[in-house]
T-cell receptor, first 113, second 112 residues
Framework: DQQVKQNSPSLSVQEGRISILNCDYT??????FLWYKKYPAEGPTFLIS?????DKNEDGRFTVFLNKSAKHLSLHIVPSQPGDSAVYFC????????????FGTGTRLQVTL | NAGVTQTPKFQVLKTGQSMTLQCAQD?????MSWYRQDPGMGLRLIHY???????DQGEVPNGYNVSRSTTEDFPLRLLSAAPSQTSVYFC???????????FGEGSRLTVL
């Protein structure tokens, strides 16, 4: 029972273009969402987050959009750079200090020259 | 600034052997957790702790034990390793007031 789903295992984008990574969730109790980036042989690192009270959060080249009615969020990277090539995990959690983070299966982004 | 430190980085075990993956954090985080990463499965929560003396099960706890005697340390024990436990293991911590997890670099375990 996958509560956080990333249906695209991989994505290839040309350098300079927009990368759009998608994530769907099923648990309506989730109210805080995060994106993590992972390079090979390293631990995941936090990229950007969004609370359910917002529908957009922007940080430099990275923007996360949240559509609560559709239980869908997306990460936009503009412009994409070769260094963005990595696996991106979507994660979600609910309210409460002990809330657990539930991760999606990840999308491997390849930014080509 | 060490953050979350995991040891060992690589380990090969035979079926039935036991071992402990060590995790230490120096950020005074109350919350610590262990995840495993498998191809096509993402990151799955094994066990977590919200403070010293308190532990709880995650999504895939079977075959693993944890303890939390100090705020800094959260070891993960495999009592009798099985090939199904071949995976990459990540320890992560956070403050109870934030949702952002900080991860260690991972421990790659192979069980033959």
């Amino acid at each position: 029972d996958q509560q956080v789903k990333q249906n695209s295992p991989s994505l290839s984008v040309q350098e300079g273009r927009i990368s759009i990574l998608n994530c769907d969730y099923t648990n309506s109790m989730f109210d805080y969402f995060l994106w993590y980036k992972k390079y090979p042989a390293e631990g995941p690192t936090f990229l950007i987050s969004i609370s359910s009270i917002k529908d957009k959060n922007e940080d430099g080249r990275f923007t996360v959009f949240l559509n609560k009615s559709a239980k869908h969020l997306s990460l936009h990277i503009v412009p994409s750079q070769p260094g963005d090539s990595a696996v991106y995990f979507c994660a979600a959690t609910g309210t409460g200090t002990a809330s657990k983070l539930t991760f999606g299966t990840g999308t491997r982004l390849q930014v080509t020259l | 600034n060490a953050g979350v430190t995991q040891t060992p980085k690589f380990q090969v075990l035979k079926t039935g052997q036991s071992m402990t993956l060590q995790c230490a954090q120096d950020m005074n985080h109350e919350y610590m957790s262990w995840y495993r990463q498998d191809p096509g499965m993402g990151l799955r929560l094994i066990h977590y702790s919200v403070g010293a003396g308190i532990t709880d099960q995650g999504e895939v706890p079977n075959g693993y034990n944890v303890s939390r005697s100090t705020t800094e340390d959260f070891p993960l024990r495999l009592l009798s390793a099985a090939p199904s436990q071949t995976s990459v293991y990540f320890c992560a911590s956070r403050s109870l007031n934030t949702g952002e997890l900080f991860f260690g670099e991972g421990s790659r375990l192979t069980v033959l």
